[in-house]
């Protein structure tokens, strides 16, 4: 590439009728602003969506569909393509037909509108959202050939909402830190969770925007609880009961569903937090490299728990060697990072991979390294490394490196 130059940019003396004709778009006017009250992605990106896999689950009604995390850059999920989790289908609530109620260990059981929750002191915060289940069909081998489907059950919102202490002080809740507290949801699956009072009390929100509008209803409108960092089960939708139990309750959620089994056969419970993850969203099985060799830009997500990402590598080779990549801004707590790898293309095959650290010095594992700790009989917390084979017509497919 000759010095200065811009990858792929053709030199400005050649005939292109883009640049040398008038085209319809500046010969004729445009849409007018009163013929779209509420914008849509323009029709060239319709292919940006959210999608299932209908073998799956029996029913689109219990069932997942995905966040297009290949086409997306930066970190904020729109709110219409964000990935949907649900157990009995999304029901419509209205702001009026919003109660919540709490009670149990508390000095007066109270029962809130929307517009009480509206009156309370309110926040703002940037936080990811991942389904336990999040690359949950990846243990056994790579299955699914695009990062939408291996790692799409995640968005990232800017939430405006109530801290959950501040509805408990306002009960009267004991708050000692053995109390559980217990959430459940308006819909017919309840999707009830059990959570330790500590955490209650620490970040958790009670939310009525996402990225500054009301909540749609697939995410929970009008009212969800968002528990920072913590599998996205526990983020219970259409909320309508807050009770502070002596014990954990024990739901179907937090027994037969969300544990891990192990390979011994035995359950490991109470594992919320999600541990830090990362991927390459571009390249990837749905994002090819279409433009030959020469300048590139390799980019992915990379999300923790426990805080914040501070540092992500990407390998080209299978993880033999690795180059630090840059992160699109300081990674902020508990919410997704963008990372970039400005890089050279050679045209040769790729064996791409991208491993995040976060602030407690925990490190991605490889599949391997998470297969010896947890065997073959987990569906949840599947955070390994994953590789993207790339060919040398720049096709990427899903595939295992040992
Ligand atoms: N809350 C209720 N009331 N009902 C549900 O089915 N699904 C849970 C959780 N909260 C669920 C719920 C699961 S498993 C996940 S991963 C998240 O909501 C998904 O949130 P989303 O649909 O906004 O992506
Ligand atoms: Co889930």
Redesign the pocket.
């Known amino acids: 590439m000759a010095a200065g130059s811009v990858a792929g940019a053709a030199a400005a003396q050649q005939a292109d009728p883009l640049i040398t004709e008038l085209q319809d778009w500046a010969s004729y006017t445009g849409v007018g602003v009163d013929e779209v009250p509420y914008g849509m992605p323009i029709e060239f990106e319709k292919h940006v969506v959210r999608r299932n896999v209908e073998w799956l689950t029996a029913s689109p009604i219990s069932s997942i569909n995905f966040t297009p995390i290949h086409a997306l850059d930066g970190t904020i999920t729109p709110q219409g393509c964000?990935?949907?989790?649900?157990?009995?289908g999304a029901i419509e609530l209205r702001k009026e037909d919003y109660r919540l109620m709490i009670n149990g260990l508390v000095e007066e059981p109270l029962v809130f509108t929307y517009e009480d929750i509206e009156r309370l002191p309110r926040e703002n915060h940037v936080y990811f959202?991942e389904?336990a289940a999040n690359t949950g069909m990846e243990w056994a081998g790579a299955q699914l050939n695009g990062v939408q489907f291996t790692h799409g059950?995640i968005?990232n919102m800017e939430y405006t909402g109530v801290p959950l202490r501040t509805l408990l002080k306002a009960v009267g809740a004991d708050m000692s830190p053995d109390k559980w507290v217990y959430v459940e949801?308006a819909?017919a699956?309840?999707?009830g969770r059990s959570i330790p009072m500590e955490k209650a009390l620490d970040d958790v929100l009670v939310a009525f925007k996402a990225n500054g509008e009301a909540l749609r209803m697939?995410?929970?409108y009008p009212v969800r609880l968002v528990v920072p960092g913590w599998e996205?089960?526990m983020?219970?939708?259409?909320l309508r009961r807050i009770e502070i139990t002596d014990m954990a309750v024990e739901s179907r959620e937090e027994t037969s569903k969300y544990t891990d089994v192990l390979e011994d056969g035995t359950a490991r419970k109470w594992t919320w937090v999600m541990d830090a993850k990362s991927v390459i969203t571009s390249p990837s099985p749905q994002m090819p490299i279409t433009h030959g060799p020469g300048q590139m830009v390799i980019s992915g997500l990379a999300w923790s728990g426990h805080g914040q990402i501070t540092r992500v590598d990407v390998s080209k080779d299978g993880g033999i060697s690795w180059e630090t990549a840059r992160l699109g801004k300081q990674g902020d707590t508990k919410a997704l990072t963008r990372f970039y790898l400005d890089t050279e293309w050679d045209g040769a095959p790729m064996l791409l991979q991208a491993r995040a650290m976060d602030d407690t010095g925990y490190v991605q594992p490889t599949k391997e390294q998470l297969r010896a700790e947890r065997g073959e009989n987990s569906v949840y917390h599947n955070n390994c490394i994953q590789t993207w084979y790339v060919n040398a017509e720049g096709i990427a497919e899903n595939v295992e490196v040992s």
């Open positions: 964000a990935f949907e989790r649900h157990h009995s959202c389904c059950m968005h949801g819909d699956s309840s999707n697939e995410h929970g996205g089960n983020w219970v939708k259409w």
